[in-house]
């Protein structure tokens, strides 16, 4: 027998080295200067802080309405699109599921700065909108991004079992209601998951739009740019726990709904 010239802990090794350089000692960091004070006193002040200042709060209510218009109406366009590329006459067309996600592939800048002007040739008031062109060019940013997991949950729906309803004497309402959208929720929690919580920090969309500075994402880099470490990396661990209640939520409510499928 010809013997491995690296054994599975040895191919582990640049994995293993990554991970301490660019996400362990990184948040050890920002941990460290979290929640500590100037003299490098263990302190919990400026995470008391960051609950006690009405300018933090208010941006992070506004960093949650933002992520959340965004999100509801990313679920709202992607849903159809993806019922139909997964159960369509298209669903065996690659070429119309590289229209989705080609613009992935393309600078998101220059996206939004091509959606920018074309907004800025429109007449009326909503186009001149803050909120709505934030919005807007939100939903433009992180569409593909629901409609892939949305996608991928639908091809998995086994057809029988639509069909097993409707002969049942279901409606079209009560087939998508009762089975379609219930087997269809990991694909939702996870397009959420991948568009909530980016959408909540990402304040380039916000600069380029309308230079606000109202969101989560601008608020830990002016304090980085002026060098207040400590309150930036608290907020940073803040938005950190955030995300892995969110994710470790999705991953149970996922187990979940799959033992639900096996048991049918």
């Not at 263990?42 to 506004?62: C, D, E, H, P, R």
């Not at 119309?96 to 939004?112: E, Y």
Request: hydrophobic share 55%; charged share 10%; with cysteine.
């Amino acid at each position: 027998m010809k013997k491995n010239f690296f054994s599975r802990k040895q191919l582990a090794v640049p994995y293993a080295v990554f991970l301490l350089l660019f996400v362990i000692i990184p948040l050890l960091v920002l941990i460290y200067f979290g929640f500590t004070d100037e003299n490098g006193t263990v302190s919990f002040a400026n995470f008391l802080s960051f609950f006690q200042s009405g300018k933090t709060i208010g941006t992070l209510l506004y960093s949650i309405v933002i992520a959340l218009f965004t999100t509801i109406f990313c679920l709202l366009l992607a849903y159809p699109a993806a019922f139909i590329l997964a159960k369509g006459k298209f669903k065996k067309n690659q070429a119309f599921i590289m229209l989705f996600v080609l613009p992935m592939w393309i600078n998101f800048t220059l996206r939004i700065t091509a959606l920018k002007e074309i907004l800025t040739l429109l007449e009326g008031n909503l186009a001149y909108h803050p909120f709505f062109n934030t919005i807007l060019c939100m939903v433009y940013d992180f569409l593909p991004f629901m409609i892939l997991p949305l996608y991928q949950a639908l091809c998995k729906l086994d057809n029988n079992l639509i069909e097993a309803a409707l002969d049942l004497g279901a409606s079209e309402f009560q087939v998508f209601y009762k089975v379609v959208l219930p087997l269809s929720v990991p694909g939702i929690i996870s397009g959420v998951t991948m568009v909530f919580l980016p959408s909540m920090t990402n304040y380039v969309v916000l600069d380029m739009v309308y230079n606000s500075t109202y969101i989560m994402g601008s608020l830990i880099g002016s304090y980085f740019s002026s060098y207040d470490w400590h309150n930036g990396s608290v907020i940073s661990v803040i938005l950190l726990l955030m995300i892995c209640a969110v994710t470790l939520f999705s991953e149970r409510f996922t187990k979940s709904e799959q033992e639900i499928e096996k048991g049918l």
